[in-house]
């Protein structure tokens, strides 16, 4: 089956500097890849997805890179800011658009701390 | 809009009771919820797939018979947890499908934590 591997599991950034987080999959048939951030106790919030037909996708300061060849996938925080700190998830799904077709395989996790 | 609420947010029982979590998508309807489990500061794991009107897909290593899953409308799945044990102290997510802009997304509910004693 899926196998998503993230990294890294921590990130210490200085404010107003970019964050970079990349995640790689095994299954090339993997067509969905979302990102989540989660703050401590509370639930996952999607901010950013991207799917196979798509190599890049931006909204504001996130952004998401996909490489279907080499399978992976990275998403980059610019001019981060304090309250982007949180633990971030990559995952990917192997069913037309990550829905009822296709349940989410996550990867690890990655806790970002941005210091003021 | 796609919003899906779980409830309760909080729950402490006595080892061997049953207990039951709901997920509600509010303002859409779901065909397809996934429950998931997530241990402190680790990745959230999927445990089954609910579909309404069929039965639950389990993963792996998960009870069905502990984890009972009813999807009785196209708004409501629920897990019982049944004769709980302190290793089922955890917590859990839902989620829920929405078909919004021609593509499916999956929305989490707030989680419910488990404490079981």
């Known amino acids: 089956g899926e196998n998503v591997e993230q990294h890294p599991s921590t990130l210490s950034v200085q404010e107003g500097d970019s964050a970079v987080i990349k995640c790689t999959y095994s299954?090339?048939?993997?067509?969905?890849f979302p990102w989540y951030k989660q703050e401590l106790g509370k639930r996952p919030q999607l901010i950013i997805d991207?799917?196979?037909?798509?190599g890049e996708k931006k909204d504001q300061r996130i952004a998401v890179t996909l490489n279907k060849t080499a399978k992976h996938f990275s998403l980059h925080i610019t001019e981060t800011q304090p309250e982007d700190s949180a633990v971030y998830f990559c995952?990917?799904?192997?069913?037309?658009?990550?829905?009822?077709?296709?349940?989410?395989?996550f990867g690890k996790g990655t806790k970002l701390s941005v210091k003021p | 809009g796609a919003v899906v609420s779980q409830h309760p947010s909080r729950v402490i029982c006595k080892s061997g009771t049953s207990v039951k979590i709901e997920c509600r998508s509010l303002?859409?309807?779901?065909?397809?919820m996934f429950w998931y489990r997530q241990f402190p500061k680790q990745s959230l794991m999927l445990m089954a797939t609910?579909?309404?009107?069929?039965?639950?897909?389990?993963e792996q290593g998960v009870e069905k018979d502990k984890f009972l899953i009813n999807h009785a409308s196209l708004t409501l799945s629920t897990l019982t947890v049944t004769s709980a044990h302190p290793e089922d102290s955890s917590f859990y997510i839902c989620?829920?499908?929405?078909?919004?802009?021609?593509?499916?997304?999956?929305?989490f509910g707030p989680g419910t934590r488990l404490l079981v004693l």
């Open positions: 989620s829920a499908v929405s078909f919004l802009a021609g593509a499916e997304t999956q929305y």
């Open positions: 299954d090339s048939a993997s067509n969905y």
């Open positions: 991207i799917r196979s037909n798509v």
């Open positions: 995952a990917a799904s192997l069913g037309n658009y990550g829905g009822s077709q296709g349940n989410l395989i």
């Open positions: 303002d859409f309807q779901a065909t397809t």
């Open positions: 609910s579909n309404e009107g069929s039965k639950a897909t389990y």
